[in-house]
């Protein structure tokens, strides 16, 4: 009976017990979805809603995605010498080896 | 039909935009979660830019006929209560949350099956500012919904709290039908809302979500009316007290 909790927490004025909810808005159509913060809501529901009116009254999107940020899993900042640093030296990985037609744009 | 019941319906509905607007304002910093505080905020904003649209097209219409010159300013902060046409049920105070949510459901499920006829007004002023205010009004309705349904079917308390709000709220509803004499001159005209014609739309629409709150309606109780003609409860004179004192007491102040 999670929402029937929630809205106790409501009642009570417990606000630390609503679930915390990461939000992906897409600008514009052909655009990915971009995080742009997190909120807390009782349910999925409610976060999109939340969402539409924390970050969309200005115009900003066209869909929102959300997602409990429980379910968002990190690399570690400890691993970051040995996960990016190896990159660093290997410019043969970037493609700007090959001559470009004139006619391609954009690349 | 007359140009004074044109503008007696404008304004009337400038009215209620107004004041309920003004109520949810109440809210702003107080809300039970930040999130809940913006969306409420959101909600007064879209209803007070709907009243702005009104007496806007209310005050073109009196200077048209000549005499003093008003503003939208002047419609909003310089009339007394007797001179607001707004229901009954806009007024009422907010309460705790369960009263908010449930004035706001009565009032955008109202709005909803109104700008939905109004936008087919043969008063193309009309009809534009209903077809803009129904987009907002459509997220109110849904908004609103939710939440009754969330507390109606939530906790023992949520559940009884939500009772006692439809307890307080239940008798100021039947206003919204019971035409005023501007509302049945515009109507046969083409102009107006059939009141009856959007009633049942509304109250399958309210039996439906109570239903889903499992809340009891308050059906066979007598109803308040007044609101409409001016005759206002007593809520209405301190709203206006705290809304208009900035131009009462610095007339044409501006920042």
Known sequence: MTANNTISNVISGDKGSWPLWEIFIRSRQGLDHKHVGSLHAADAAMAIENARDVYTRRMEGI?????????????????????????NDKVYRHPTFYDLPDELKHM | MSVQALIDYTLHLGDNALVLGHRNSEWTGHGPILEQDIALSNIALDLIGQARNWYEYAARLINGGGGKEVTEDVLAYLRDSRDFRNCLLAEQT???????VLRQFYF????FYFYGAL????????AAIAEKSLKEVTYHLRWSSEWVIRLGDGTEESASRMQRAMDELWTYTGELFVPADYERKLSPAGIGVDLAAIRPLWEQRVREVLKAARLESGEGVWMQTGGKQGKHTEHLGYLLAEMQFLQRAYPGCEW
Request: charged content about 25%; aromatic content about 14%.
């Open chain 2, 119 to 126: 936008e087919h007004s043969r008063d193309k002023e009309l």
């Open chain 2, 94 to 100: 907010n309460g705790d949350w369960g009263k908010t």
């Open chain 2, 108 to 111: 955008s499920a109202y709005q």
């Open chain 1, 63 to 87: 869909s929102i995605w959300v997602v409990e940020s429980k379910f968002i899993h990190a690399s570690n900042p400890d691993d970051a010498a040995s996960f990016y640093d190896p990159a």
